[in-house]
Every structure is written in C-alpha cells, then in structure tokens.
C-alpha cells in the first residue's frame, strides 16, 4: 500500500524503510538489504540510502514508499491518493516515474485518484464510484497505446475519455444531489 501521507518511519533511514516490510516477514538482513538497494535503484533514489525521511523532498519520500510498497512483491499495489499532497511538478514526475517502474516490474495496481487525467494516464480502466452508498457506477476502458507518456494527453481518444468520464462524473453529482433533496 502507498499512502498519500507518505507513512514512513521518521527515525529510520531510506534503506531500513524500504526493507521493513520485508524485515516484518523474517527475510534475513543480508537478502532484505540487497532487495531493499536494488529498489532504491529503481525509484531513483541511489546515493539517498542513509538519509532519514526529513532530509527528503515529498517526492523522494513518495519514492520510499513506492519501494517499500514494491519490496514485498505483492500482486496488487494499492495506490490511495498518493501524489494528492505533492505539487503538480513533482506529481507529473511521479506519474511518469510509476509508468517507468510499472514497465520494469507490471503488476496490477489499484490506484485511487480525483484525477481524470491521472486517471487516464496512469489506468487500463478507470472505475467511477457513485456516493450514498459507495458504489461502482460506470467502468471506462483505457485502450491508450503503451508504453505511455504524457505526450497521449495530446491524442484525441485521451480528450474524448476525458469528456466522457466528465460527463459520468456530473451526472452522478447529478444523481446525488437529487437523491439528497
């Protein structure tokens, strides 16, 4: 799971975050070490490994949770909100960091957004929740070409996706507010 609140330890360096995970399961120290460095490397984080999560940026600590997320190997990556606290500058480099990660290691991840265009971006298929109760309430297909970049912001079938979730979205406002009225 990566939390939108980063969620790490604050007394514990890059390297023992990354690796808690692990250490929770009874990996040994050496194996969990050499996991935890090889996904340092791939969030991007190499020569950071001793810093404590103060020293970091919100994208770096992002990235430490990213990787502590990554080193237990899960099947599904649960994703809730987690570039909602960043600027949009590091929010773009983090969607176009997971894109990269996502090709090395695919996995399913369930990424929980307010965006349509991270929505979009980032999905395969992008699942509108309805309110009162939680609901799903429509199911779009992402049929955008991979490996993606932000660049598929600028096809027309990425601006037509986007006008239809849009649509879906004040409609289940729509829907809402009737039923509260």
Not at 10 to 25: H, S
Not at 56 to 76: E, F, I, Y
């Amino acid at each position: 799971m990566v939390f939108q609140s980063f969620a790490l330890l604050p007394w514990a360096t890059v390297l023992r975050n990354v690796a808690f995970g692990l250490e929770l399961q009874g990996v040994r120290k050496a194996e969990r070490i050499k996991v935890a460095q090889e996904l340092v490397e791939l969030v991007g984080l190499r020569g950071f490994e001793n810093s404590l999560p103060g020293e970091l940026s919100g994208g770096m600590r992002q990235r430490v949770g990213l990787a502590r997320a990554l080193a237990v190997k899960p099947d599904v990556l649960l994703m809730d909100e987690p570039f909602g606290a960043l600027d949009e500058q590091t929010k773009w480099i983090m969607q176009e960091e997971l894109l990269r990660i996502w090709e090395e290691e695919p996995k399913t991840v369930l990424f929980v957004t307010h965006s349509i265009d991270e929505a979009i971006l980032l999905g395969d298929r992008v699942v509108v929740m309805a309110s009162k109760p939680g609901r799903v309430a429509h199911v779009e297909k992402v049929d955008l070409p991979r490996p993606r970049a932000r660049s598929v912001e600028a096809l027309p079938e990425f601006g037509r996706l986007r006008e239809s979730l849009w649509r879906e979205l004040k409609e289940q406002q729509s829907d809402s507010n009737d039923n509260a009225a």
